[in-house]
């Protein structure tokens, strides 16, 4: 069998001779040579067009994540912001309550009668000591959430203890106040005092269940403490008589008025003008008749004359 070769052009062509025994075997040496060239030339054609689509598939995988980063980035700066107001609220809670407990101070200093400078609640607690490391140093070390709840907390217990002492601190101020306590005069002198005492018209002896203070006529009786005016009216041998009832199981009485000047209902409080002085009913001369009673009990008031408010 003869085989003519075609080279380049103007080249002459050449002849290849096969004789009958090897056709078979010249044949599948070159078709395997052609499959060969075929398969390279289909990798070629697939990496120059496979190239670009496959960097395009990617190049767009790359955005989505880009896309989605930035959407989660977008939803931690609006979770930090609700965070930061949540926290300026809170703040702010917390000052009002430090302030209030402040005013708080104030009020029980004042009611406790504490020295001046002991508590100065318009300053800073004095504090120091020694610089150590504190968990509170590193805000990566602490949960700032939690902390705002223990002051919080911490806060409300000391409001809590405050509140308790100024209940206990005015309860006792009631019971200050409320207490007969000084004389019920502003001028004048004891004319005479409780127990037994001769009597200025019989001359015999009798008991006298008060106290009597002599002074001008128009002079002020007062009320030695707090209460509610009980009786404002005459009453036989007292005359015109003023009586206040304290609430804690005391009443005082004050007798012999030229006038009175308040009424039945009327609140009053220690060192108030209840009355004028005069010797309405029986009395001998201006003055006033002061009783004190106790649970329904006459007592004898020199006690309650000799102590302060």
């Not at 398969?39 to 767009?60: C, H, K, N, Q, S």
């Not at 980035?73 to 300026?88: H, I, K, N, P, Y």
């Not at 005359?239 to 009443?251: L, S």
């Amino acid at each position: 069998m003869n085989i003519i070769i075609v080279g380049k052009p103007g080249s002459a062509p050449r002849s290849l001779q096969l004789d009958g025994r090897r056709p078979l075997l010249v044949l599948a040496t070159a078709g395997i040579g052609l499959v060969a060239l075929l398969a390279g030339l289909g990798f070629v054609l697939g990496a120059t067009i496979g190239g670009p689509a496959l960097a395009r598939a990617e190049l767009a995988e790359a955005r989505m994540r880009l896309a989605a980063q930035t959407r989660e980035l977008g939803e931690a700066q609006q979770q930090v912001r609700r965070d930061m107001d949540a926290l300026a609220l809170r703040l702010g809670q917390l000052q009002a309550e430090a302030t209030r407990l402040n005013a708080l101070g104030q009020r029980l200093a004042r009611i406790g009668k504490l020295e001046d400078g002991e508590f100065d609640f318009t300053q800073k607690p004095a504090v120091g000591g020694p610089e150590r490391p504190s968990p509170l140093a590193s805000s990566r070390r602490i949960e700032v959430g939690t902390a705002l709840d223990e002051l919080e907390a911490q806060l409300a217990r000391q409001g809590d203890q405050l509140r308790m002492l100024e209940s206990v601190l005015f309860d006792r101020e009631v019971e200050r106040v409320l207490l007969p306590a000084g004389i019920p005069v502003r001028v004048g002198y004891m004319s005479s005092g409780f127990g037994s005492r001769t009597d200025p018209f019989t001359g015999r002896p009798e008991f006298h269940g008060g106290v009597d203070f002599a002074g001008p006529r128009g002079s002020e009786v007062l009320a030695v403490a707090g209460g509610v005016v009980s009786f404002s009216g005459t009453k036989p041998g007292y005359g015109r008589v003023v009586e206040i009832d304290h609430g804690n199981g005391y009443m005082t009485r004050y007798a012999h008025n030229d006038r009175n000047k308040v009424d039945v209902g009327d609140p009053v409080r220690p060192g108030d003008v209840i009355a004028a002085m005069g010797n309405s009913g029986r009395a001998s001369g201006v003055h006033v008749h002061f009783e004190v009673w106790q649970n329904g009990r006459l007592v004898n008031p020199s006690e309650y004359l000799a102590a302060i408010r």
